[in-house]
């Protein structure tokens, strides 16, 4: 039933901004959590944020922190991940991930406290 959907990505040049989308279908629970991931090729997958809906507390890589907002409109069953000051260094696909029942806790950033993910979109970030 759970599916997610990214898109927004895009070539922008260092130091600009873009704004990714993930929309939601199928969650019913309270308390889920939606995480935002990266993987550049040769690197491994890398935490971004999350966003729990119980209390709408987020919480940010420190690779990203200052630069990275998400938030989510629950109207319209989308997470947003807000980009700017974006650097070479954030290049990659960047997905999206589900929690259908808890909150991001302190195991946000670990790709197996998610159920569901999306198919990603690509971000390249030209200097």
């Known amino acids: 039933e759970v599916q997610l959907v990214e898109s927004g990505g895009g070539l922008v040049q260092a130091g600009g901004s873009l704004r990714l989308s993930c929309v939601a279908s199928g969650f019913t629970f309270d308390d889920y959590a939606i995480g935002w991931f990266r993987q550049a090729p040769g690197k491994e997958h890398e935490g971004v944020s999350c966003?729990?809906?119980?209390?709408?507390?987020?919480i940010y890589a420190d690779s990203v922190k200052g630069r990275f907002t998400t938030f989510s409109d629950n109207a319209k069953n989308t997470v947003y991940l807000q980009m700017n000051s974006l650097k070479p260094e954030d290049t990659g696909v960047y997905y999206c991930?589900?929690?259908?029942?808890?909150?991001?806790?302190?195991?946000?950033?670990?790709?197996?406290?998610?159920?569901?993910w999306g198919q990603g979109t690509q971000v390249t970030v030209s200097s």
């Open positions: 966003i729990s809906k119980s209390d709408g507390s987020t």
């Open positions: 991930a589900g929690e259908p029942w808890l909150p991001c806790g302190s195991n946000w950033y670990a790709r197996p406290k998610y159920d569901y």
